[in-house]
């Protein structure tokens, strides 16, 4: 199957949230990063039918979503952002509950409910309240209701966030094992989850597309332009005012590994190194001049 865009946009008022996006996906991973206000959301929103375009289309197979109606929404599973539950209902009982709602079987909610617990690390406690979870608990909760009808289209808004890292690994992880012969996008801040799991990146800047390929493929635009050089420690802040600084690192010798984005070399003692997605991220997000 191939889930399509044609110069989808969507406007609030004079505001263009999502501008003529043309998008082709198939089966895989896709990494949504952008700034706040990018049109992540948005576009999330679109693609799950839970808002309708200003203009252009969205077909699966070459059929509009809109006339697909339920066959459609069988097929998706979506988290968004602010994921809402029942603070009563227990996490199977929650789990049973959204598979009445997407037209599981009660044995087939049984069944799914029970391995996606175990799956998140939640297994153990099924049967307590949902209100006494902690904020990464709820968040995994949210993860396994999203994924509870087997979708072939998992749709996942910020699913990271309150995650602790080895929970982050445990996602990444389950997400890898779901993808094949399925379309996954998930919006997140946190780049490395993407970096790690995704196999295309589409990054968003005001509701555009400005990059769209391989982490590696995209990160190519700026080959050459990050640095890393050691400095006395004491000196890090002036360079902070100075450098577009992507990263840093404390040695033991009160030295500190500075990762520097800059269009010319920043300092003496500065060598080029392979350009990462966090560095593709601030150079499109952040200004950088000539030794910044």
């Given at each position: 199957?191939?889930?399509?865009?044609?110069?989808?946009?969507?406007?609030?008022?004079?505001?263009?949230?999502?501008?003529?996006?043309?998008?082709?996906?198939?089966?895989?991973?896709?990494?949504?990063?952008?700034?706040?206000?990018?049109?992540?959301?948005?576009?999330?929103?679109?693609?799950?039918?839970?808002?309708?375009?200003?203009?252009?289309?969205?077909?699966?197979?070459?059929?509009?979503?809109?006339?697909?109606?339920?066959?459609?929404?069988?097929?998706?599973?979506?988290?968004?952002?602010?994921?809402?539950?029942?603070?009563?209902?227990?996490?199977?009982?929650?789990?049973?509950?959204?598979?009445?709602?997407?037209?599981?079987?009660?044995?087939?909610?049984?069944r799914r409910s029970a391995k996606l617990l175990k799956a998140v690390g939640l297994l153990e406690e099924q049967d307590h309240k949902i209100k006494?979870?902690?904020?990464?608990?709820?968040?995994?909760?949210?993860?396994?209701?999203?994924?509870?009808?087997?979708?072939?289209?998992?749709?996942?808004?910020?699913?990271?966030?309150?995650?602790?890292?080895?929970?982050?690994?445990?996602?990444?992880?389950?997400?890898?094992?779901?993808?094949?012969?399925?379309?996954?996008?998930?919006?997140?801040?946190?780049?490395?989850?993407?970096?790690?799991?995704?196999?295309?990146?589409?990054?968003?800047?005001?509701?555009?597309?400005?990059?769209?390929?391989?982490?590696?493929?995209?990160?190519?635009?700026?080959?050459?332009?990050?640095?890393?050089?050691?400095?006395?420690?004491?000196?890090?802040?002036?360079?902070?005012?100075?450098?577009?600084?992507?990263?840093?690192?404390?040695?033991?010798?009160?030295?500190?590994?500075?990762?520097?984005?800059?269009?010319?070399?920043?300092?003496?003692?500065?060598?080029?190194?392979?350009?990462?997605?966090?560095?593709?991220?601030?150079?499109?997000?952040?200004?950088?001049?000539?030794?910044?």
């Amino acid at each position: 199957m191939e889930l399509k865009t044609r110069a989808l946009s969507k406007r609030y008022g004079s505001t263009v949230a999502v501008n003529k996006l043309d998008l082709s996906l198939s089966n895989g991973v896709y990494g949504l990063l952008g700034a706040n206000g990018a049109g992540k959301t948005t576009l999330m929103r679109l693609l799950c039918g839970i808002q309708r375009p200003s203009s252009g289309l969205i077909t699966l197979d070459g059929k509009e979503i809109s006339k697909l109606g339920e066959s459609y929404r069988d097929l998706l599973g979506y988290l968004p952002q602010h994921f809402s539950y029942y603070p009563d209902f227990t996490a199977r009982n929650f789990l049973l509950y959204v598979g009445a709602l997407k037209g599981l079987t009660k044995a087939e909610a049984k069944r799914r409910s029970a391995k996606l617990l175990k799956a998140v690390g939640l297994l153990e406690e099924q049967d307590h309240k949902i209100k006494s979870f902690s904020g990464g608990m709820k968040q995994r909760l949210g993860i396994a209701q999203a994924m509870l009808n087997n979708p072939y289209i998992l749709i996942l808004d910020e699913p990271t966030a309150g995650l602790d890292p080895k929970e982050r690994v445990r996602f990444r992880n389950l997400i890898s094992a779901f993808s094949k012969d399925r379309v996954v996008i998930l919006s997140t801040h946190i780049v490395s989850d993407v970096e790690f799991i995704a196999e295309k990146i589409i990054l968003l800047k005001k509701g555009r597309i400005i990059h769209f390929g391989s982490p590696r493929e995209i990160t190519a635009e700026i080959d050459g332009l990050v640095w890393e050089c050691q400095v006395p420690s004491e000196q890090v802040e002036r360079y902070k005012e100075i450098f577009n600084i992507s990263n840093l690192r404390n040695l033991e010798n009160s030295q500190t590994v500075l990762r520097i984005i800059s269009k010319k070399q920043p300092l003496d003692n500065a060598v080029p190194v392979q350009a990462r997605l966090e560095d593709l991220y601030l150079y499109c997000f952040e200004e950088v001049n000539d030794y910044a």
